[in-house]
């Protein structure tokens, strides 16, 4: 099945830690995008990627960290300089040259 | 930058009745998309219908179609035979230029 899948569903971090949401996509999508959702809220942007081994950041860049070594891929670091990382976090991609933006499952974090 | 204001956070409507949902946005902005996502208890993000700022014809997908007035900076979306699988959060996005802005959300409850 073609599409985007997130991993770990859920995923606790402690104090101090950095943790790795994976992205995967194989709709061959050339951007790929993070956004955190918090309660009550609408999405925010954190990073976005057009094309491979380029990124750029989003509205709430501090604190986290991407690469994008492969098309296919865009993993988002939430590092311990991120204070307030408890949230839900969704990738997307969309193909070249199309505005539309299609969704992966999310991932929740927890801080313990 | 640009804003998007959705300015009911809760709405609910009779089963096969018709619900409106109210969008509003602020850009400077001639050429844009505009979209209304859903986002089910899942919390999966799912495109539910897409505008572009160019096309004059409101969009209309099956049950879903918008009432798209660009002068007035105004895209509401209008569910018809509202079924109860509609019940979810519904969110207002634009984008311009690889930047997608999100309304907050309104949350719509279809009764039996």
């Known amino acids: 099945d073609g599409g985007i899948t997130q991993s770990p569903k859920y995923l606790f971090r402690k104090e101090g830690q950095n943790v790795t949401l994976s992205c995967e996509q194989n709709l061959n999508h050339d951007a790929m995008y993070w956004y955190r959702q918090d309660p009550g809220q609408g999405l925010r942007l954190i990073y976005y990627s057009q094309i491979v081994n380029d990124f750029q950041k989003g509205d709430i860049a501090e604190g986290y960290s991407v690469s994008r070594e492969k098309k296919e891929s865009f993993p988002l670091t939430v590092t311990s300089a991120q204070k307030n990382p408890t949230a839900f976090y969704l990738c997307?991609?969309?193909?070249?040259?199309?505005?539309?933006?299609?969704f992966g499952p999310g991932t929740r974090l927890l801080v313990l | 930058a640009q804003t998007v204001t959705q300015s009911q956070p809760e709405m609910s409507v009779q089963e096969a009745e018709t619900v409106t949902l109210s969008c509003t946005y602020d850009t400077s902005e001639s050429n844009y998309y505009l979209f209304w996502y859903k986002q089910p208890p899942s919390r999966q993000m799912i495109l539910v219908i897409r505008q572009e700022a160019y096309k004059q014809q409101n969009a209309t997908e099956n049950r879903f179609s918008v009432n798209f007035q660009k002068a007035a900076k105004s895209f509401s979306l209008k569910i018809s035979d509202s079924q109860l699988g509609d019940t979810a959060m519904y969110f207002c996005?634009?984008?311009?230029?690889?930047?997608?802005?999100f309304g907050a959300g309104t949350r719509l409850t279809v009764k039996p």
């Open positions: 997307a991609s969309s193909p070249r040259g199309q505005e539309t933006q299609y």
């Open positions: 996005a634009f984008m311009n230029n690889n930047d997608m802005r």
